[in-house]
């Protein structure tokens, strides 16, 4: 609504808009809090909560990160974004470009198996060392995909895990029960 050259914003009061500005309050708040009150003397408190959270076996120092994107339901992308001493590692990010799903519309699960199988055949080849975990965006189905596509390298062994974001629970891959963390956990 504009106003003699200034532009007034409605707040929502209830329904679905309300549900969005709250998911974006508590967005905006936890990235403030990451960005600048997480001391990175405490990076080692975050790793040793998460170790024992998903019951791995070592703290995991570098962490790598998958989610895939559909571009206007054809266009098939993944990015992945790697975390050391719980610290984001920029230089390390990636894109892939899904190169053999397609046809009958997106999948997701073959899209998260082909690329996790490019990123860890790749290393395999470099002799490049592993990350210490592999957390990929998604429920059960997109971690057994990328279960499947570390099987097949011979990396059955690497710690696993997906979130399910909305409801912010953690699968990890050999457990039967999810792992759900506190909302204001910086683990999470």
């Excluded at 990160?65 to 571009?71: A, M, P, R, Y």
């Excluded at 429920?139 to 710690?159: I, M």
Aim: glycine share 10%; net charge neutral.
């Amino acid at each position: 609504e504009r106003r003699r050259g200034q532009v007034h914003f409605r707040v929502p009061q209830r329904g679905e808009k309300v549900r969005l500005l709250e998911l974006v309050i508590g967005n905006a708040k936890l990235a403030h809090d990451l960005e600048w009150r997480h001391p990175r003397k405490r990076s080692r408190e975050i790793l040793v909560a998460l170790m024992d959270a998903l019951g791995l076996p070592d703290e995991p120092r570098r962490i790598e990160c998958f989610d895939i994107s559909n571009l206007q339901g054809s266009d098939i992308v993944a990015s992945m974004v790697v975390f050391e001493m719980a610290a984001p590692k920029k230089s390390d990010y990636r894109t892939f470009k899904v190169k053999t799903v397609g046809g009958n519309g997106p999948d997701d699960f073959a899209s998260m198996r082909e690329v996790v199988g490019r990123r860890y055949r790749r290393l395999l080849e470099e002799g490049a060392d592993l990350p210490d975990l592999v957390l990929i965006d998604g429920g059960l189905g997109q971690l057994g995909a990328a279960a499947e596509a570390l099987d097949e390298l011979g990396l059955g062994e690497l710690p696993l895990a997906s979130l399910a974001k909305r409801e912010e629970i953690l699968y990890v891959r050999g457990r039967t029960d999810p792992v759900v963390l506190s909302h204001s956990a910086p683990t999470l």
